[in-house]
């Protein structure tokens, strides 16, 4: 249970609508990703199909997404690791609603990956982020 006087969160109706039916909402920790610290970035190199249909419906349902592209990045240093980086192109007021909207639509349907995930967002009339280049676009135009 929340406690508004504690618990600094915003729900959304959709998560809201998932509370109530006894469903769990997503989960997600905010990291500054540098690109300084990048040493590859690429083409996924594990099937993405899981992701691709629940996500493609979600953003087929939500106009402010532009498009949505998928790398899979290797990072060194201290927290060397590789995963794949879902990055949102979308107007920054509806960031935050977007990436709830993602934690959920990803733990209702539980897609099975072989590397972690971790989300970013670009805006449309901003440059769009170097490792996107590499990676894969699977929304949008």
Avoid: W
């Avoid at 406690?3 to 909402?25: C, H, M």
Wanted: charged share 20%.
């Amino acid at each position: 249970m929340f406690n508004p006087n504690s618990d600094a969160v915003a729900l959304y109706p959709p998560e809201v609508i998932a509370l109530l039916g006894g469903k769990p909402i997503g989960y997600f920790t905010k990291e500054a990703l540098l690109e300084s610290v990048l040493i590859a970035a690429g083409l996924p190199s594990v099937s993405t199909e899981a992701l691709d249909s629940p996500l493609r419906a979600l953003f087929e349902s939500e106009p402010p997404v532009r498009a949505a592209y998928l790398t899979e990045v290797h990072r060194e240093g201290e927290r060397a690791e590789v995963f794949l980086l879902l990055t949102i192109v979308a107007a920054r007021a509806y960031h935050e609603r977007i990436h709830h909207l993602v934690s959920l639509v990803l733990t209702e349907e539980s897609p099975d990956l072989s590397l972690p995930l971790s989300i970013t967002f670009a805006v449309p009339d901003e440059p769009l982020p170097l490792f996107c280049h590499e990676g894969i676009q699977f929304y949008g135009t």
